[in-house]
């Protein structure tokens, strides 16, 4: 199974259509990889279901929202909120 590094930069390059080598965890969402706040909200809503299981929700606030600015900002968030490294 991918890890969750693998995990966000699939999920990342569906969603704003942008180059897998173009995805590092420095990368800015804004900023490197031209996401816009409706992207922004789809991304959250893709990390949500993608990291959810029937044992264990996802759940992203809109405060912790704002923090993730940057590709490894939402790695670290979901490892620290449960995600494990499979």
């Not at 693998?6 to 990889?33: A, H, N, Q, Y």
């Not at 405060?63 to 940057?70: E, F, L, V």
Request: proline fraction near 0%.
């Amino acid at each position: 199974m991918a890890t969750v590094i693998e995990r966000v930069r699939t999920i990342v390059v569906d969603k704003l259509g942008v180059e897998e080598g173009d995805v590092e965890e420095t990368s800015s969402f804004v900023d490197d990889l031209n996401a816009d706040s409706l992207d922004l909200v789809e991304l959250i809503m893709a990390f949500e279901e993608e990291f959810s299981t029937d044992d264990s929700q996802v759940e992203i606030s809109d405060d912790d929202a704002a923090n993730i600015r940057t590709v490894g900002d939402a790695v670290t968030y979901l490892v620290d909120h449960g995600v494990s490294e499979s």
